[in-house]
């Protein structure tokens, strides 16, 4: 079965130029590390550019070269021979992760950082600060103006296998010294004495005990420590942590290749971090860019929302957080802005049990928008499942000396992409919409007012919804829902 949208893109990327105008090859990284003269910089989840079909602990087990042929391994290893010449280059490099999966965990890093000088490697574990939560932010800075981030692990799979969305920024010093800000903060924690910097603390606004780091804001003022991070980008913000009203953006004019937009006068854009912490009251926090997003939408407009998971409360913390704050957020703007919100979500062999209940309770606000004729609610929730086909046949091709009868390697078949776009601004992020990705995790987001990207993110949108593999969810059994009568 051919790939879905393959003409839109399996991989969407946007190349966005500011101020230069440059046209890109096709695949980002090769590009970005075999032009980089001065810095690499990388934070990932985990590596797995170089397939393995030979190790019976990896999904790629048991799958013949043709076959890793035909599904584009190749451009994996690209990828890291990439990285391989410009190591040897003495390029200065540093590659920032979470421990990693099985069977890779850091091996690649540590290759790559292993007797040469000018590479640095080092494993984050945010669960020592925060009790849970990983690395999941992926971003490529290069040279101090070239940055990549998106929901693309550093996996061959991700580059053919796994539909992705990313935006790519060349040029671009303003934006990429901050995101750089951000990694040197990273970097710092990953150097830092975890047990002299961390407290378990009741967290009022969440309602449980978690351990967070000794700065943070849900720390009562007087008993926070001074932060010994260095420094903070200064993108004076919007509402969450601490509240602050006034979004402050950065004004760049960024050309799109690609798209005529006469009209290429600055327009706000901005950054948005997590965890808090890392952010210090300085920056947004990503769960407010993500707010944010769906509130800009305008009376009557449509919100397109694109996730691989969503669940409304927390999936890995020891007490489970309750989490309405983008369910809430949608349906204020169906009940006062009379807003259309569209949401993908993926369907694929690691889906969230509780996730279809969660959609179907956000869909009963259409139940509720409609519950009295005194209402003057004209807007409206549809949710899709986004099923990439073979999604139920991924997995190693042998296990034990027997065939599976598995078509794709583990981890494919999925619809990847984390974004939201209104009719007027555009946010694309590395966080999947769960709790613990805006409280615990790492995580960047990119988000823009250019009108060229708010309709580029749209279209790769629509061609998705409007998809075959696009299922929609059914809305909560009415019967069922006021059986007591
Ligand atoms: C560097 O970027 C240019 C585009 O400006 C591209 O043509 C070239 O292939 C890149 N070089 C490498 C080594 O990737
Ligand atoms: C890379 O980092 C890992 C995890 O911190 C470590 O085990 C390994 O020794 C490092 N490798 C090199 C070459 O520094
Ligand atoms: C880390 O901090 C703890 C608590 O302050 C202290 O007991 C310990 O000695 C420190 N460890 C190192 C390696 O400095
Ligand atoms: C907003 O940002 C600009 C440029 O970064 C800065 O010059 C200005 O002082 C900031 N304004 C506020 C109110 O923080
Ligand atoms: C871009 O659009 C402007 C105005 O709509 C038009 O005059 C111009 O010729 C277009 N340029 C290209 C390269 O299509
Ligand atoms: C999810 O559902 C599957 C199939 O019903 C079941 O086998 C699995 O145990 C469930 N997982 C969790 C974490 O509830
Ligand atoms: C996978 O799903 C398809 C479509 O729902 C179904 O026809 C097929 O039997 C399933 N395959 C497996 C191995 O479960």
């Not at 007797?115 to 290069?142: C, M």
């Not at 990273?186 to 969440?206: C, E, F, I, M």
């Not at 798209?259 to 327009?267: A, H, K, M």
């Amino acid at each position: 079965m051919g790939l879905p949208n393959a003409k839109l893109g399996w991989f969407n990327l946007f190349p966005l130029i500011c101020p230069n105008l440059l046209l890109l090859p096709e695949y980002f990284p090769p590009w970005l590390a075999g032009n980089s003269s001065k810095s690499l910089d990388i934070i990932a989840q985990y590596w797995q550019l170089v397939p393995r079909p030979a190790d019976p602990r990896s999904g790629d087990y048991g799958y013949s070269k043709e076959e890793l042929q035909r599904f584009g391994a190749n451009e994996g290893l690209k990828v890291y021979k990439a990285l391989e010449n410009a190591a040897n280059r003495k390029l200065p490099i540093r590659l920032l992760q979470h421990s990693g999966v099985s069977p890779d965990y850091t091996e690649e890093p540590s290759n790559l950082a292993s007797g040469r000088p000018n590479v640095k490697n080092v494993t984050l574990l945010l669960s020592d600060w925060w009790g849970s939560g990983v690395v999941h932010a992926k971003v490529w800075i290069s040279d101090s103006r070239d940055v990549y981030i998106g929901s693309a692990n550093n996996d061959w799979k991700s580059l053919t296998q796994v539909k992705e969305v990313g935006i790519y920024l060349t040029g671009c010093s303003e934006i990429a010294e901050k995101v750089e800000i951000y990694y040197n903060n990273l970097w710092k924690l990953s150097h830092l004495n975890v047990s002299a910097y961390t407290r378990s603390v009741w967290d009022q606004q969440w309602q449980i005990n978690r351990k967070v780091p000794c700065w943070s804001h849900f720390i009562n003022p007087k008993e926070r420590c001074r932060s010994p991070l260095p420094k903070y980008v200064k993108i004076a913000h919007v509402s969450g942590y601490p509240v602050l009203s006034d979004p402050n953006m950065s004004h760049i004019s960024i050309e799109t290749p690609g798209v005529n937009d006469s009209s290429s006068d600055p327009q706000p854009n901005y950054l948005s971090f997590a965890p808090p912490e890392l952010l210090f009251g300085q920056y947004q926090t990503d769960e407010q860019a993500w707010v944010d997003t769906i509130k800009s939408v305008g009376k009557g407009g449509t919100v397109r929302i694109n996730t691989m998971d969503w669940l409304g409360q927390s999936g890995y913390t020891k007490e489970t957080v309750y989490w309405p704050s983008l369910s809430s957020a949608i349906s204020e703007v169906v009940f006062s802005n009379g807003a259309k919100v569209q949401i993908l979500v993926a369907k694929w062999a690691h889906f969230i049990n509780n996730t279809d209940q969660y959609l179907k309770s956000l869909l009963y606000s259409n139940t509720l928008c409609s519950s009295s004729k005194y209402n003057h609610c004209s807007g409206k929730v549809e949710i899709k499942y986004y099923i990439v086909p073979g999604y139920n046949s991924t997995g190693p091709a042998a296990l034990k000396g027997a065939a599976t009868g598995n078509m794709y390697p583990g981890y494919t078949r999925v619809n990847h992409g984390k974004y939201a776009v209104s009719d007027v601004r555009a946010h694309i992020s590395t966080s999947n919409l769960v709790w613990d990705y805006f409280y615990t995790t790492a995580g960047v987001s990119f988000g823009t007012y250019q009108p060229a990207i708010v309709s580029q993110l749209q279209e790769i949108f629509n061609a998705d919804w409007t998809s075959p593999y696009a299922v929609p969810v059914e809305p909560l059994d009415e019967g069922h829902a006021c059986s007591s009568r």
